[in-house]
């Protein structure tokens, strides 16, 4: 009983000296975050992939679920299926107001690194540009940067790129397709 009540009576103190304080000065969304809206829903895929040089292209379908954390970021989920292989990853986008660039993580069910870009949104306000650094899929041991670009067609399609820059400093398409809005 007297555990009971000593438990209680810290409870109650902590709670009146949280309540005392000020609650902290969270920031607001700003208007970068409030773009990043237009990616929630749920989307059907449809993309082409080139594994390498001289290989042929095969066909990627799936679905990305969007949902805003609050209003500071996106997490997209997508899954696919290439060929017999399943993916799925998780996606978050978000805006750092300090570095003045939209920022983000990739992480999926086939690699075990965490892709970290920056970006920017173009001057017409549709096409959100991501950069990360990661493994170079054609030289084992090394790695490459890689562009990832989201534009949006209208606020039910997205045309998307993923690109990987060459030796020479060009920047080469290996994904692309669109991601469509599924209507309810």
Not at 76 to 100: C, F, H, P, R, W
Not at 114 to 122: A, H, L, Q, R, S
């Amino acid at each position: 009983m007297k555990r009971l009540i000593c438990t209680s009576f810290c409870v109650l103190f902590c709670c009146n000296v949280l309540h005392a304080q000020d609650v902290p000065n969270f920031p607001k969304p700003q208007k970068e975050h409030e773009w990043l809206k237009q990616f929630a829903g749920d989307w059907e895929t449809d993309s082409k992939a080139i594994a390498g040089p001289d290989m042929p292209a095969f066909e990627c379908k799936g679905t990305i679920s969007s949902r805003m954390l609050g209003g500071f970021w996106v997490v997209n989920e997508l899954n696919t299926d290439i060929g017999e292989m399943k993916i799925s990853g998780v996606q978050t986008i978000g805006y750092d107001a300090q570095k003045e660039k939209y920022v983000g993580t990739w992480v999926d069910s086939v690699m075990d690194y965490m892709w970290k870009y920056e970006g920017d949104v173009d001057e017409t306000g549709k096409i959100l540009t991501l950069e990360a650094e990661g493994p170079n899929m054609m030289a084992a041991g090394e790695t490459a940067m890689f562009r990832d670009v989201y534009e949006f067609k209208s606020k039910d399609q997205i045309v998307m790129k993923s690109q990987m820059q060459g030796e020479d400093g060009a920047w080469v398409t290996f994904m692309e397709g669109t991601a469509k809005r599924k209507k309810k």
